[in-house]
């Protein structure tokens, strides 16, 4: 509409361009790390109680969120949400090419070659109190040391000025929809469902999750 009332000097390509980026960016991402959680609450049900427990003194009896803020009383849940985004980033790998030569610490890249980062390994590399392969949601909650020593390590959103700039709502949108799930349901692994494997298909991905979702009684 801007554009025909001659406001916005964006081409329909670049709108175009512009809207494929935040659906691609932004949909797979935040619909996947919705799923890595779920995949953790189903077999982890002592981490789904203490959700569950939070949840309820925090929002009950409302049926979900309802206030943006009140997200941020949920220490727990989103202790979960960043250990489930640590062990399964989705965007595990970042491509990127420098415009002209760069020296990062003794390593010389030349300009336009293309480098592959792998942003979950710093997070994999320190344990805190239990090992770097356990889901612990704890280890973001006990104690500042602990928590800032994963925050250091710890980019599922990039980092420096490419960082994703979804972050907030991608955040604002798990917190709402994982809210939801521990006040209306139980999570339960699928009996005999096959193992659950990480896909990487522009995100990384569960392929064969199965959850069900019982109503809480
Ligand atoms: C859990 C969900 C999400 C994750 C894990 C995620 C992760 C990332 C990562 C790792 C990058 C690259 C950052 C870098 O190069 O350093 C990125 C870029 C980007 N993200 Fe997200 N993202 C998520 C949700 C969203 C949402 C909801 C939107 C928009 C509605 C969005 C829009 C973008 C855009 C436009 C870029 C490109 C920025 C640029 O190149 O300057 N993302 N995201």
């Not at 916005?8 to 081409?11: D, I």
């Not at 980033?89 to 595990?92: H, I, K, L």
């Given at each position: 509409m801007a554009q025909q009332e001659g406001e916005?000097?964006?081409?329909d390509d670049e709108v175009l361009a512009n809207v494929f980026t935040i659906l691609l960016a932004g949909q797979d991402t935040t619909a996947s790390t919705i799923a890595w959680v779920a995949y953790f609450m189903a077999s982890h049900p002592e981490v789904q109680r203490k959700m569950q427990e939070e949840i309820d003194t925090v929002i009950?009896?409302?049926?979900?969120?309802?206030?943006?803020?009140?997200?941020?009383?949920?220490t727990y849940l989103n202790a979960v949400i960043n250990e489930t985004m640590r062990l399964k980033?989705?965007?595990?790998v970042l491509a990127v090419e420098p415009n002209y030569d760069v020296q990062v610490g003794d390593i010389a890249i030349p300009k336009g070659v293309v480098l592959s980062l792998l942003t979950r390994e710093a997070g994999l590399q320190q344990g805190g109190n239990?090992?770097?392969?356990v889901f612990d949601p704890d280890r973001w909650l006990t104690g500042a040391s602990a928590a800032s020593h994963h925050r250091a390590g710890f980019m599922p959103f990039g980092s420096?000025?490419?960082?994703?700039?979804?972050r907030s709502l991608a955040l604002m949108e798990v917190r709402s929809a994982v809210a939801m799930l521990c006040r209306n349901f139980d999570l339960l692994q699928v009996k005999d469902a096959p193992e659950v494997e990480e896909v990487f298909a522009f995100s990384m991905v569960p392929r064969n999750l199965r959850v069900e979702l019982r109503r809480r009684g």
């Open positions: 916005a000097p964006l081409t009950a009896p409302a049926a979900m969120l309802e206030d943006f803020d009140a997200g941020d009383a949920l980033s989705v965007t595990p239990s090992a770097v392969d420096g000025p490419r960082l994703c700039p979804g």
